[in-house]
């Protein structure tokens, strides 16, 4: 148990500390950071894309073109846009990693369910 706690804190570390290099505080340049889960990143961008209303793109690659168009933009809009579907993206994406590695999601629902079940505790 405790091998898999310090796995899921290596993982957060390199997913949520690198990317900050060179950034303001809660701005994670998705465009830069090290896609270590292919899957939640494919994933992640997909839910992203059914989230917004109106579409802002119809397809993931469509999506990360539109993002390379923002950030480089000069306009302030356009980059304020990039930084708030920055924000949500590297949201979801954390939250998709987190539950796929190790199912420590799943675990940590499990043992409080057992807790609160136990009769033991009541």
Request: glycine residues 6%; aromatic residues 8%; proline residues 5%.
């Amino acid at each position: 148990m405790v091998s898999v706690l310090l796995g899921a804190v290596c993982v957060l570390s390199c997913l949520c500390a690198v990317p900050l290099r060179g950034q303001g505080p809660g701005q994670v340049d998705p465009l830069t950071a090290n896609r270590s889960n292919p899957q939640c990143w494919d994933s992640s961008s997909a839910l992203l894309l059914e989230m917004r209303s109106p579409r802002i793109a119809d397809t993931v690659p469509a999506f990360w073109d539109l993002m390379v168009f923002l950030r480089s933009s000069d306009n302030g809009r356009h980059t304020a846009l990039f930084w708030d579907l920055a924000r949500v993206f590297w949201g979801i994406y954390v939250d998709c990693v987190l539950s796929r590695s190790h199912g420590l999601g799943r675990r940590h629902v499990t043992a409080v369910h057992s807790l609160i079940t136990d009769n033991r505790f009541k």
